[in-house]
């Protein structure tokens, strides 16, 4: 008899954020790939949209596709009523699955779902209210039906575990960059076509105060480095907001680039121009940008927190302050160090190389697969 696992695929559909949706496909790729002998992985996606990003996924022993489009099947779940999924084995890289009773038992019915950031729940007024009720909802739903609820680090699960009554049901499963994640080999053409310069100072993010642009730019700012500053994963619409904190740091507009949310070739040579990557954000959620610096071996300059201090352990420069200030000061001084010598930066890439190595979907996967073996 062949064991089915199958994955809520809405992100490829239907994406709401990139990260999610990348993670998404970089997961049940590597399930696919690491599945065991009697396994299978089969997705789940809403109806309507694009098929081309579900077809791209080699292996799939089918997709199961709802009566309820993403819209729909959205405000079907939160509220708990009949969407068409079915039971089975079903693991969700998202809350977005069926949290509704079923019998594990007696049925072999389970339902897995991640949480990668507390956002809705640390800062809500960054977000719309129908996303905070969302998420907010689909928690309550995961402490009464999901069997298992999966977070990408310890600090994050200690984390959610004050926030929702979740008890021994929270797994570590930690996020990756993309499989074979590289600079390109026309990397140079690339950064051309993006127009950015060669040789600058990486940030991520946009003017939300959680994400701490404010305190990176301030820093590159303070630390004295003659550089271009480039700034990617704006959100459209907010590249005139990320440019005032720009101003207010005392960065000369000639030297800010700021761009958008990039393909996965692209964001990659984008990192291999960059001499160092500072993240500044203290945010609890799983730091994407941060494992992209690491697994490209760029030096990392991060503040101090307790998802930075997993994830970056000894391959980058972790920075504690108490104050916005404090921290501008202290990623300035360490950028200025960091790339200071051509030795001291060079250092910080072996160190940020070793460390990404730790990262990896095919891990994570296999972790996926041991988990559902055990539920």
């Known amino acids: 008899m062949v064991a089915t696992l199958r994955v809520v695929l809405d992100q490829l559909v239907a994406p709401t954020e990139p990260e999610l949706a ?36 080699a292996g799939l022993a089918g997709i199961r596709r709802t009566a309820l489009q993403r819209r729909e099947l959205t405000a079907a779940l939160q509220l708990g009523v009949g969407t068409g999924i079915g039971g089975g084995m079903i693991h969700s890289p998202t809350l977005f699955a069926p949290l509704v009773r079923h019998d594990r038992v007696h049925d072999n019915d389970q339902t897995v779902v991640t949480v990668w950031d507390l956002r809705p729940w640390e800062s809500p007024g960054e977000l719309p209210r129908t996303v905070v009720a969302w998420h907010k909802a689909m928690l309550k739903r995961a402490v009464k039906h ?86 990617i994963d704006v959100e ?17 507009e000639r030297v ?31 730091p994407w940008r941060v494992v992209d610096a690491l697994t490209l071996g760029v030096p990392v300059i991060a503040a101090s927190s307790a998802v930075h201090t997993e994830i970056v352990l000894d391959g980058g420069v ?44 095919r891990e994570a996967a296999d972790k996926v697969w041991m988990l559902h073996a055990e539920l």
């Not at 600079?183 to 040789?199: A, F, H, N, Y």
């Not at 459209?236 to 000369?252: M, R, S």
């Not at 700021?258 to 291999?272: E, H, K, N, S, Y």
């Not at 200025?336 to 070793?354: H, K, N």
């Open 146 to 231: 999901a069997d298992a609820i999966v977070a990408p680090t310890h600090a994050l699960a200690e984390r959610l575990a004050e926030i929702a009554p979740l008890g021994d049901r929270i797994r570590v499963i930690a996020g990756a960059s993309p499989h074979d994640y590289a600079v390109p080999t026309d990397e140079v053409g690339r950064r051309r076509e993006l127009d950015v310069p060669e040789g600058f100072i990486l940030l991520s993010g946009g003017p939300l105060a959680s994400e701490g642009l404010d305190a990176g730019l301030a820093a590159v700012a303070a630390s004295g480095v003659d550089l271009p500053v480039v700034v």
């Open 256 to 286: 800010l680039h700021v761009r958008g949310a990039l393909g996965t070739a692209d964001r990659a040579a984008i990192f291999g121009g960059a001499v160092a990557f500072v993240a500044p954000s203290r945010r609890a959620a799983f």
């Open 22 to 57: 990348e993670a998404s496909r970089e997961l049940v790729r590597a399930l696919v790939i690491s599945a065991p002998a009697g396994c299978e992985v089969e997705g789940i996606a809403p109806a309507g949209g694009d098929d081309t990003a579900l077809t791209a996924v």
């Open 318 to 361: 972790l920075v504690t302050a108490t104050d916005a200030s404090e921290l501008s000061e202290g990623l300035g001084s360490a950028l200025a160090a960091a790339v200071g010598s051509t030795a001291a930066a060079e250092r910080l890439g072996v160190l940020a190389g070793d460390r990404g190595r730790a990262f990896s979907w």
């Open 236 to 252: 459209e619409g907010h590249e005139p907001a990320v440019a005032d904190l720009a101003a207010a740091a005392g960065l000369p």
